[in-house]
């Protein structure tokens, strides 16, 4: 079985992207002579040639805007950014253009674009760096947007979202980019849709709701609240627009608590969302209020602060116990 | 393993090439970030270029009194996958977690 780390699976995923449909074309800072700086476009130039895999200028605008045009003329175009808080710069082109074209058209002018964009914190990098962006594309009718925990879920989840008819932002948590998982790219996979989430592990005392990076941390609190007796199910939601209300309700039914962890601040964080879905869909089940472990309403600190800033395993399971000892009063 | 490329970069002034005069690493070298990696000679002035980056030397793209433009391949390095980016830190893996919250489960 052959192994991967997250930045191998995605440049296999584009690799596949590249073969099997000759209008897809990769573009952006570095992507095409450097091979991206996390080395996730590697060799794509010298398999694809330059006119399927280019660099683009300084110009984030730019390049979401000619992601629009080719989309327009019947491109499948996978433009990068290349860090999240460098989209700002293309927020105009991303929601004024590329999520309403196809409303816009009545459905005349399709729109498949799909925006790789590093996210997240985790490396201790500059500013603008390292943002949680997810809340406000999935604010934006007309976009999808999808985050991997893992190798082999970023391989298909790349995958799939190049396949689809609509814009979809596809937000890679950077600082799992050198995770290794084994996994064989060509073996078939459950059927995967858009807007679906997966229990990654088995629960029944409460349910924590992760994406990105922090599933893996998530999973890592389970373990140790096993030790203590208590067994938590672990639910990667991968879409963050469309959410899988249906999936989470099912997980939260059964476990009657529910405690929703990311690393973006908490004021109006997607958080806010998953929870206001359990509460509509579980409110006759919770044994208590669904719970939110987050970052602070701070701007993205520096690299010395980043890990009292993202969330640990303490304030996770301290949130978990909240939820076990919460009485009606 | 994964392979950089770094070409002649750019060295202001308008110059649009240069010559080798001395490479300062050998194909199989490692070396670290800013070490000296080469001498070349412009119009203008003889300058060093330090390393971008820490790396094993897997190629020298040009020969000594050979010239280039800016862009132009300069040395290709064989990283670690886990070098490979150039903004940031690899995060390590964690040991054990410290934890100091204990979980204990409700009576019912």
Redesign the interface.
């Known amino acids: 079985m052959p192994e991967f780390?997250l930045?191998?699976a995605l440049n296999l995923a584009l690799c596949h992207a590249c073969e099997d449909d000759d209008r897809v074309l990769v573009f952006g800072q570095d992507v095409g002579?450097?091979?991206g700086?996390?080395?996730v476009t590697?060799g794509l130039q010298a398999k694809f040639g330059e006119r399927r895999v280019f660099d683009t200028p300084l110009a984030e605008s730019g390049i979401m805007g000619m992601a629009v045009g080719l989309a327009m003329a019947g491109w499948r175009p996978v433009p990068e950014i290349q860090?999240d808080g460098f989209a700002y710069p293309a927020i105009d082109q991303i929601v004024n253009q590329v999520a309403r074209m196809h409303y816009r058209s009545r459905g005349v002018l399709p729109m498949p674009v799909t925006l790789r964009l590093p996210s997240f914190g985790?490396?201790?990098?500059?500013e603008h760096?390292?943002e949680s962006l997810e809340a406000l594309f999935a604010h934006v009718p007309g976009l999808k947007v999808v985050s991997p925990s893992s190798p082999s879920q970023g391989y298909h989840l790349l995958r799939r979202a190049i396949a689809d008819p609509d814009p979809v932002i596809f937000l890679e948590p950077?600082?799992r980019?050198?995770?290794r998982e084994e996994f064989d790219p060509a073996a078939p996979v459950p059927e995967m849709p858009v807007g679906t989430s997966r229990v990654v592990r088995p629960g029944k005392?409460a349910t924590l709701v992760a994406w990105g990076a922090m599933v893996s941390r998530c999973l890592?609190a389970a373990e140790?609240?096993a030790e203590?007796?208590?067994e938590l199910e672990v639910l990667d939601l991968r879409w963050l627009k469309p959410i899988d209300a249906d999936g989470l309700a099912a997980s939260v039914a059964r476990t009657r608590r529910a405690v929703v962890v990311h690393e973006a601040p908490l004021t109006a964080g997607l958080g806010a969302e998953v929870s206001a879905l359990v509460t509509e869909r579980c409110f006759g089940e919770l044994r208590a209020p669904v719970q939110r472990v987050t970052g602070y309403d701070v701007p993205y600190p520096s690299?010395a602060l980043e890990d009292e800033y993202l969330p640990?395993?303490?304030r996770i399971?301290?949130a978990?116990?909240t939820t076990?000892?919460y009485r009606r009063g | 393993m994964a392979e950089v490329t770094f070409p002649l970069p750019d060295l202001g002034e308008g110059l649009i090439g240069a010559k080798v005069l001395d490479w300062l690493v050998a194909e199989g070298d490692w070396v670290e970030r800013n070490t000296p990696l080469v001498e070349v000679e412009t119009t203008k002035a003889a300058v060093e270029i330090p390393s971008p980056q820490s790396g094993r030397v897997a190629r020298l793209h040009v020969r000594e009194d050979e010239e280039l433009a800016v862009g132009d391949p300069l040395v290709t390095f064989t990283v670690d996958d886990d070098q490979a980016g150039i903004v940031g830190t690899v995060p390590r893996e964690e040991r054990e977690p410290a934890r100091r919250v204990r979980l204990s489960l409700p009576e019912d």
């Open positions: 780390s930045q191998q002579v450097l091979g700086v996390f080395r590697d860090f985790g490396i201790k990098a500059p760096h390292g950077k600082s980019y050198w995770h005392h890592r140790l609240a203590d007796g208590v690299g640990g395993i303490d399971l301290t978990v116990q076990l000892e």
